[in-house]
């Protein structure tokens, strides 16, 4: 089931640090870090844990021979970082949650056992729809109480049985009497990523296939062998069609794409964007979309229709309640009909700009990457050849918002090997088991270039988790303080 969804932090206490690292998943990937404070103060050798400041568990290990959590905390902007012994009794509550995931995060990462879960499904995505299993009325917040099952090879057999656990059966351990080699070994793409780059390339039959209609997914059914030739980090832009409506569709566009493109007007909200948005390569060109009136004489009050250059950003003395204080601004130029004339912005207004294109140049992906800052507007103006349908040359316009790396693999058909296709690890619910044969050829067919368009959901979990490190810079104050 698809959708978004925040965790509601459980009102239930946990009466030690062994029964919360006894429910929850405490581990290595970045769900397996729950956050909890401590009703009272907690005295370690070093330093008081106060109480309601929040403790980041990040492993369980053995510390002196006795298990432990190894935990981290965040004091004055200063990291700490301890253990706190598995027998260590209190009284712990589980901390609010900012983050948005997915049912499938959820049910393996963030309901802990013999609980249940309550989540709000997020404001940024809406998936349901008058066929869904949600009612007319239903407000957002779901209780979850998860149902397990065992999904479980027999021998001789390729697919994939799934056994209910509440079912009441005996079950005997014969593992001692059997050959585990006789027994297929179910493979997701994760896994088959995780083997060194020496063991490829190998052959596999498909167990599993990926859900998706698109090339290579219609490709890869059930029972069809596959040759596995390397593994890989490739860039991709993200982009998203400048449209309107809801209907906006998202899509990952690969370098080697060999389509060109047109510059499309940007939209500035603030005079903080035109400044980001400026480069030494050319002057930005701008016209203002709404008036802005500035609280002081100083700098310059905007009318719609306006035009500026921009400039750059400095700082400017301005008189504020009496008192005389330096704020930053934004230089810029406003065209006049027959000259120019310097004018200070307040780098906090609240206005509105769209950019004038003079720039006719049709730009490859890759250029654009490298002259331009992200985000950028752009049109295709020759589509990709290559390609049977291209779907971006059908876009009225498109954002291109960030560059991103992620993980493939590089496979083809192993009876017809014609062409190879890169397949996403992370976004492919797709299970093989390897096969003994040896690989014909060692060096790929040529690669087909594929653009992939993602749903709302993948959309969001590629901008949530692609880039953690890059964090535009913060917001100026609306007002000088």
Aim: hydrophobic letters at 35%; glycine letters at 4%; proline letters at 6%.
């Amino acid at each position: 089931f698809l959708g978004l969804y925040k965790v509601v932090a459980d009102k239930t206490p946990y009466v030690s640090i062994e029964e919360i690292a006894r429910k929850f998943s405490i581990g290595s990937t970045r769900f397996g870090h729950p956050c909890f404070y401590s009703a009272e103060d907690i005295k370690l050798a070093n330093f008081t844990i106060k109480h309601g400041e929040q403790i980041t568990f990040n492993s369980v290990e053995e510390v002196n021979g006795t298990m432990a959590v190894n935990c981290v905390m965040v004091r004055n902007n200063q990291s700490h970082s301890f253990t706190l012994p598995l027998s260590q009794e209190g009284e712990f509550y589980e901390c609010e949650d900012d983050q948005i995931y997915t049912l499938k995060e959820i049910a393996e990462w963030k309901i802990p056992k013999c609980r249940k879960r309550i989540v709000k499904l997020s404001n940024t995505l809406h998936m349901w729809d008058s066929s869904g299993p949600l009612p007319e009325n239903f407000d957002g917040c779901l209780i979850l109480m998860p149902v397990y099952e065992v999904q479980a090879v027999m021998k001789f057999r390729k697919d994939i049985v799934h056994i209910l656990s509440d079912l009441d059966v005996e079950v005997k351990d014969v593992t001692d009497c059997y050959d585990i080699g006789s027994f297929l070994q179910p493979l997701s793409l994760e896994d088959i990523y995780e083997r060194t780059s020496k063991e490829f390339p190998v052959v596999a039959e498909i167990m599993q296939g990926p859900s998706g209609s698109q090339k290579p997914y219609n490709l890869l059914s059930t029972g069809k062998e596959i040759v596995i030739y390397k593994k890989y980090q490739a860039a991709r832009v993200l982009a998203s069609e400048m449209r309107s409506d809801s209907f906006k569709r998202h899509f990952l566009i690969p370098m080697s794409y060999k389509g060109k493109f047109k510059r499309r007007p940007r939209e500035f909200p603030t005079a903080y964007d035109l400044e980001i948005a400026r480069s030494e390569k050319e002057q930005l060109h701008v016209v203002a979309t709404k008036a802005f009136v500035s609280p002081h004489k100083e700098l310059f009050s905007v009318s719609v229709g306006d035009q500026f250059l921009v400039q750059q950003c400095q700082t400017s003395e301005v008189l504020y309640e009496g008192r005389k204080k330096l704020i930053d601004v934004l230089a810029c130029e406003q065209i006049l009909s027959d000259s120019y004339k310097k004018v200070f912005l307040p780098m906090y207004m609240e206005g509105g700009f769209v950019e004038v294109i003079h720039d006719k140049k049709q730009y490859p992906l890759s250029e654009i990457c490298k002259e331009f800052h992200l985000p950028f507007n752009v049109k295709v103006s020759v589509r990709d050849l290559s390609i049977e349908e291209d779907v971006l040359a059908a876009a009225p316009g498109l954002q291109f918002e960030e560059e991103i790396t992620d993980s493939y693999l590089l496979i083809s058909s192993a009876s017809s090997p014609v062409e190879s296709w890169e397949i996403p690890v992370y976004r492919s619910n797709m299970l093989v088991h390897l096969l003994s044969k040896d690989v014909q050829t060692v060096v790929p067919p040529v690669t087909r270039t594929t653009v992939e368009e993602v749903s709302k959901e993948e959309y969001y979990m590629l901008r949530r988790y692609e880039n953690l490190t890059l964090h535009p810079p913060p917001r100026p104050p609306k007002k000088p303080t």
